[in-house]
Structure formats: structure tokens, C-alpha cells
């Protein structure tokens, strides 16, 4: 094991009727002006936004609404939002949907309290905020990016086209309520749920002295997400199924997985630079992927590649693992070529060169690629 310190920062409420039974006390340690933050209004269809609502104005708050975030979370929204918060003299940001609504409001907290541009402090200055954030408080509607459980998020700059990582506000608390799942379209809790194993799996595959607690902790989050994506391939609303995957959602994300080792998480830096580009789907993007990278590392982590192999998908064999994953990726139906993902731009050799020669090369994994293997890869899944 690396040495660690290692120290958790939300209180998690998890469970059916969870916003009922905890939230109006939660409020009463916060001031009376909420920023109530969601995407695209869904939340008002399938109740969601009713029951907050009611619990908000019973709890006596002022509600300032910061609506319209996007899948993936542009700079520019975080700005609107900052401004929002300042002006109406937040108290409180409560985050209501999947993460790409918690990634922009963990930089909105953190960009309201401060004159300075934070894209370039931390991307350019590679500076941390001085500035306390606001409090941020999840209500997770899409579970799978454990956006929820930790200070990082992934913001889009338009601009630079750049889709990256940034550090600020990690939630104070985060209210779990599968039930809130349940009117998700099928695809879209396919892929959040393989966000979830691919989180898992990059952390497994980073750069480790040998088999530790964390990677058993990993491969068991694995196994349960694997066998309840199976699953909702038969019943969509098995509420069952859906707890666990917002369970292991939370567990990929909350940093246990991540003690005493290094990670990978290199999949992870070439959709981020896709998305960028494309503006495709987070999830649907690493299912594409994924197999590709692994064919070209298998050869340098035999060992932890059969591992996975027999304990997640029960074969025998370091090639016959990524053989499994691929199949059981076409199992769920998500995409398996880039040309299947929806794009705001057609993807031709010439824009993954552009993405290939952006993405930011880790050296934490098996081995470290070069951007000509990154293109090599992004090629294959034309």
C-alpha cells in the first residue's frame, strides 16, 4: 500500500423517501437563500421537483433557480451560474440530477466566492481556490459518475477545447434516493451504471507494487455492477437492482477504491478529450473505448488482466477478459464504434488526430501511451 490520509466529506442519506425524511432538517443548518440547480426539467415531470419544492418553501428558503445544465457542463454555465449565486447571496446550492449537475455546481460554489477566473487558476496556474465555497448539497437523480461522493469535477472549455478535471467543493451531504432513477431512459442508466465499472476498472488497472485491499474492494464493485446491469437488461425498474448500482456508483467515486495505490484512469482522459470535441455521452464514450485501450495494454498487466477475467466475468485468460468485456458491452447495447455515438460533429480521421493530440497522457497505468497510440486506438473505433 502508498501512504494515504484519507478523510470523507458528505453525509450520505440513502434509500427510499430519503428527501422526505431528512432534508427539512438538514436545511436548518444553512441560511435562508438556496440555489435549487437541475439540467432539463425532467425533475418537474417525474415528480422530483415538486416534492424539493414543498420541502424548500415548508423549510422557509427563498429559491433562486439555476437550470439548464448541460451533459457536459461548459465553463460559461459555471460563470452563469456564479453569477447567480452571487447576486441572489446563496447560502446553499443543492444540485439535483446525475453529474454533470453536481460537476457545475462543485465549481459554482467555488467561482461565486471569488474574482478570480478558476478555469485559469487551475488549469493554467495549477492552483487550488483560497476562497471557502459556498455549502453544496446532491440530490442524485442519474447515479454512475459518483460525482456525489468527492471534490472533482469535469468541465467542458469551449473555447479551448479542453474537457478536464477541476477540484472545489465536495458536497456536504448527498440524499440517495433510487426511486428518483426510475423514470431514466434504459440507455441512459446503461451507461451511467458502465461509468461506474469503468471508474472501478481504471482504478484496478493503475500502477500498483501488488494486489492490495483496494484492489479486492474494486473487483467486488465490479462484480456487483456487471451482475446487476444483467439485471435491468431483463427488468429495467428493478428497484433492487437500481440501489445497488447507485451504491456502486458511490463506492467507485468515495476514494476507498483510490487508497494506497495509484490509478489509471487513462480511458477516462481520451473521452474526456472526445466529449470535447463531440459533445458525446460520458458513458456511452468509455463503452466505445474501453475494449480498444485494453487490447493494446493487455500484454503489459497479464496478470491483473486474468484476474478481472475470472472474478468479474468468470473466463480464464488475460485476452479473454477484454474479449468478455467487449461482449458483454454489446450484451447491454451501448455503442461499440464512434460513428454510433451522437455527435455534435461528424468524427472523421482528422478530428481524432485533434483528440489524440490533446489528451492528456498519464503515466500511471500499465504503461504510458503516446499520442500516436491514443490516435491508433480512437482509429480502430471508427
Known sequence: MENFVYEYPTKVYFGKGAAKQHLAGILAAY??????????????????YEELTGILKAAGKTVTEFTGIMSNPTFAKVQEGAKLARNNKIDLVLAVGGGSVIDCCKIVCAQAVTEENLWDLEMVQHKAPAAAPIPLGAVVTASGTGAEMNGGAVITNEDAKIKGGMFAAAPRFAILDPEYTMSLPRMQVLSGAFDTLSHAMETYFGRSDRDNVSDEVALAVMVSTVTNMRTLLKDIHDYTARSNLMWTSAMAENGILKVGRV???????????LGAYTDCNHGQGLAVLHPAYYRHIVKDAPEKFARLGQAVFGVDGAEAAVDALADFIQECGLPTKLSQLRSKVEITP???RQVANSTNLLPNGPRQLTHDEVYEILIERL
Open 350 to 352: 482528422e478530428l481524432l
Open 31 to 48: 441560511g435562508p437563500n438556496v440555489l435549487l440547480a437541475y439540467g432539463g426539467g425532467s425533475i418537474k415531470k417525474n415528480g422530483v
Open 263 to 273: 490509478t489509471d484512469f487513462e480511458c477516462h482522459q481520451m473521452e474526456h478529450q
